[in-house]
């Protein structure tokens, strides 16, 4: 309970600094715009300066989530596959230790199948991708 205080605690001080330092940017390039411009226009210019840090800002964190969420997804389709892999992989193996002569009929079927249907492959290439 208390590290969750001191940790919000010290996300506030973090993002109250963050403020500051961003409003004391904004005012110095107020002050530099100042020097050659009207006050009314510098103003503005300063405001159009902070909405295009921020339009920076947002975009390279939307680019950063974006990769983040492909590692994620990548890494959970990884995990999936493994866990379907060890169940089904030694339910498959001990069928095709029991009847061996079947599985190789129904390898070579599946194969004739895959190899002279395209829609099928498309099929199963598309199902492979997801």
């Known amino acids: ?21 961003f409003g004391l940017l904004v005012a110095a390039d107020y002050f530099a715009y100042t020097n050659i411009l009207p006050p009314v226009y510098a103003a503005l ?10 339009l920076v800002a947002l975009i390279v964190g939307k680019i950063i989530l974006s990769g983040m969420k492909r590692r994620a997804r990548r890494s959970i389709q990884a995990r999936v596959a ?3 892999g060890e169940i089904f992989g030694k339910e498959l ?13 129904i390898a070579l079927a599946a194969g004739f199948a895959l190899g002279f249907s395209p829609t099928l492959r498309r099929a199963l290439g598309w199902f492979v991708r997801r």
């Open 82 to 84: 493994a866990t379907i």
């Open 1 to 21: 309970m208390i590290r969750g205080v001191v940790i919000v605690a010290v996300i506030l001080a973090c993002a109250t600094g963050l403020t500051a330092c």
């Open 45 to 54: 210019a300063a405001a159009g300066t902070a909405l295009l840090f921020c």
């Open 93 to 105: 193996g001990d069928l095709a230790d029991q009847y061996p002569t079947r599985v190789l009929g």
